[in-house]
């Protein structure tokens, strides 16, 4: 690694202990550290002070947080979320809003250049960061009332629907040897989530080798999932996919294996993911944002936050008020669901990454896109917070005088 790519690595990790700490001192967490780690990578990136040169050794760190993210998304949903009647409502409402996408974008004149280009654009306003959305969601107490079952179900979909939209939609591939490679590489997928179960019920000797060395300086556990996710990370980059697939794909097979959790392993995970090499990936995603342009374009950054509200946001207030009646939630709990579903920042760094290396979307247009993503990581939350305090006075029982 060269010195330059040292120096870089040492402003990120400086950047990554800050950050934390600077968002807990804010009065009431109102800015998420995802925010304040993406402006701290535009600070230090090459459009402001440039003392942080992305190469390829940073690059590599980079892609493995990203991994990162997407192993503990794919690892945190579980199966039984995408059936029933909520699951349902959820993926239909994603392929509404991807239909809404796609007029606005061509009803846009400037993103008419380059099919590629408006196809990108047009699945990045479709996207939720389920991953970004979970520890939200555990932190504030909601994850298992039914406005967090409600953002789980819909946020799934805004995840999985995305990602495989990248593979096959962006693809410059013909359609039908993209199909070939997606099935090629699901059944890659579902072996390395079968094979494991099938060895530890036929071999106990397996199994206790296993847990004798979790917790010992050999870590088994956490090497073996490391495997899982380096592989099918290569895996996707040989068949020449986004890498978001193999992530996720490596996570969902990882709950697979381990369908009840372990929370040691989770632990660890955790601590090498958001100790590391996911904050990384946030502030090498911010060396990317160019101020100027979105000094240039400031109308242009209100569109794209304005769109992604009326493409994700509103189909799924909609719907959710189309429910069964059994199933319905109150006003307040249904904007708090589309608000946090429209939280859409880890994959718009995909999608634009993606367009950018096809040539198929320029730097500025990508630099707005994750400024806008940026901005929901931050400006969502507040107001579906905003929207729960509305919940608990509706909800709150009024108590009898004696």
């Known amino acids: 690694m060269e010195q330059t790519e040292l120096i870089t690595l040492l402003v990120i990790v400086v950047a990554a202990f800050l950050c934390p700490i600077i968002s807990s001192l804010i009065p009431r967490k109102i800015v998420p550290e995802t925010v304040l780690l993406l402006v701290a990578g535009m600070v230090a990136g090459p459009h402001v002070l440039g003392i942080a040169q992305i190469g390829d050794a940073i690059g590599l760190l980079s892609d493995l947080g990203l991994g990162f993210l997407f192993l503990l998304a794919g690892y945190e949903i579980d199966p ?77 979909w805004g995840e999985i629907c995305p990602i495989i939209a990248i593979a096959f939609i962006l693809s410059t591939r013909d359609r039908w040897l993209t ?133 994700r946001a509103l189909p799924i207030f909609i719907s959710l008020g189309c429910a069964p009646a059994d199933d319905r939630l109150p006003a307040p709990s249904r904007l708090t669901v589309a608000l946090y579903c429209t939280t859409a920042l880890p994959l718009i760094v995909a999608v634009t990454n993606v367009a950018v290396n096809a040539e198929a979307m320029s730097a500025d247009t990508a630099s707005l896109l994750v400024a806008a993503g940026g901005i929901t990581v931050l400006l969502m939350p507040l107001l579906a917070s905003l929207s729960l305090r509305g919940i608990d006075r509706y909800t709150a029982p009024t108590k009898k005088r004696p």
């Open 80 to 156: 039984k979320d995408m059936a029933g009647r909520r699951a349902r409502r959820g993926l239909l409402t994603w392929i509404v809003s991807f239909g809404i996408a796609v007029l606005v974008i061509v009803l846009v004149p400037s993103f008419e250049e380059n099919e590629l280009g408006w196809l990108a654009v047009a699945i990045a306003l479709t996207t939720t960061a389920f991953g970004t959305l979970v520890p939200i969601l555990k932190e504030r107490g909601i994850a298992d009332d039914p406005v967090g079952k409600n953002i789980l179900a819909y946020g799934t």
């Open 179 to 311: 199909a070939v490679i997606l099935l090629a590489f699901l059944a890659v997928a579902v072996a390395s989530a079968v094979i494991p179960v099938h060895i530890r019920e036929r071999s106990q000797r397996f199994v206790k080798l296993m847990s004798d060395n979790a917790e010992t300086s050999a870590q088994l556990t956490v090497r073996a999932v490391m495997i899982l996710l380096v592989g099918l990370i290569a895996l996707s980059a040989v068949f020449d996919l986004d890498i978001v697939l193999g992530a996720f794909a490596a996570g969902f097979a990882l709950r697979f294996v381990i369908p009840c959790g372990d929370n040691s392993l989770e632990h660890k995970l955790n601590g090498i993911g958001y100790g590391f090499f996911i904050p990384l990936f946030f502030i090498v995603s911010g060396t990317k944002i160019d101020p100027a342009a979105l000094a240039h374009q400031p109308l242009m950054l209100l569109l794209f936050i304005g769109m992604l509200l009326a493409v």
